[in-house]
């Protein structure tokens, strides 16, 4: 089972976290919508740019004659020279197609050196661009992740639509805000988790631990090597060895904590100094109340209290008649 401070100390850490993922959500449902808004700025400006680089190349009108595109008198046509211009001038994939059919394309396919020529324009494009002559932007098949697409009809010189230019951007701009954020504040999340986590565990949860009943914290005192250093110290006769023990036992006492009602330091001391001069004896209440002056019922309310805490080992030893003896020591 955990300990008292370590579950405290994964509690604080799954709050952080949670409150962590609480803040990467709100991020992402307020940054989306802007994020994407400056995508699709992006993509307006890259069709118009596009433009711009085609007619400078290839002056003139659209037009279609015997199935292939022309724009004035450069054939377009598998004319991937002029869609890969567009590409290293504005960093944007550009295809052209002749009515619904792409006829030249920076866009290859799969891991293929082939371009994606042939292909048809995408359904929800077709009938808002060739059919309608309007512009559309969003995201179509041609495009992938956060990236968006951008259409134009083209017009030849009768006015009529025989094509369109399809501009791609890619969805950088929104992966490196959106997500790149979102890493940074989950990667934060984790580590003040894991920094709280600590300090609870070493700094704060000390207060608690502390809360533990009175009787298993005086158990634990009173299991510390003290009361062995005690019994090596009543082996020598000497004197001073004596008073290093008196030392030691009030140095215990200061750190007991406070005694039940009724009983004191002092006298506990004087009962645990009796033990101990007399270890290794069968010590009973009487023994010690006639030692120590003190009446019967006293003396056993602190042997019994002695025996909650660990320090005396008692034994009952049964006569013919009458109440079993209670025998104490010392523990070893």
């Known amino acids: 089972m955990h300990s008292l401070k370590n579950r405290i100390a994964i509690v604080v850490m799954g709050v952080i976290l949670l409150i962590t993922m609480i803040i990467i959500l709100v991020f992402y449902l307020q940054a989306k919508p802007v994020v994407l808004k400056n995508t699709e700025s992006e993509a307006k400006r890259d069709i118009a740019a596009a433009e711009a680089i085609i007619d400078l190349k290839c002056p003139g009108d659209w037009q279609a004659r015997e199935g292939i595109l022309y724009k004035g008198q450069v054939e377009v046509t598998n004319n991937y020279v002029l869609v890969d211009s567009v590409k290293d001038l504005s960093g944007a994939s550009c295809s052209i197609y002749l009515n619904n059919v792409c006829v030249s394309t920076t866009v290859r396919e799969g891991e293929c050196e ?35 697409a951008a259409y134009k009809p083209l017009i030849n010189g009768d006015g ?16 490196g805000i959106v997500y790149g954020s979102m890493r940074t504040i989950g990667i934060t999340g984790l580590i003040l988790a894991a920094l709280m986590a600590l300090i609870v565990r070493f700094f704060i949860v000390g207060k608690f631990v502390k809360a533990k009943p009175r009787r298993e914290a005086d158990a634990k005192i009173w299991k510390s090597p003290a009361p062995e250093q005690l019994h090596k110290s009543s082996d020598n006769e000497n004197s001073s060895k004596n008073n290093d023990v008196l030392e ?4 215990l006492l200061d750190t007991q904590q406070e005694l039940p009602k009724g009983l004191n330091a002092l006298t506990l001391k004087e009962i645990y ?3 101990l001069e007399n270890a290794g004896d069968e ?7 006639k030692s120590i002056s003190l009446s019967t019922v006293t003396v056993r309310r602190y042997l019994d209290y002695m025996e909650e805490c660990g320090m005396v080992d008692v034994e009952q030893e049964y006569g013919s008649v009458g109440r ?8 070893d």
């Open 114 to 148: 082939i371009r994606a020529v042939d292909r048809p324009i995408p359904k929800e494009v077709r009938s808002k661009v060739i059919v309608a002559g309007q512009n559309y932007l969003g995201q179509t098949e041609e495009t992938s992740g956060a990236g968006y």
């Open 324 to 331: 079993p003896l209670r025998i104490y020591r010392l523990k």
């Open 248 to 251: 030691m036992l009030d140095a």
């Open 283 to 289: 010590v009973t209440v009487k023994d010690v109340s």
């Open 160 to 175: 009529q639509v025989i094509g369109a230019l399809y501009i791609g951007t890619e969805g950088d701009l929104y992966n």
């Open 273 to 275: 100094l009796f033990l």
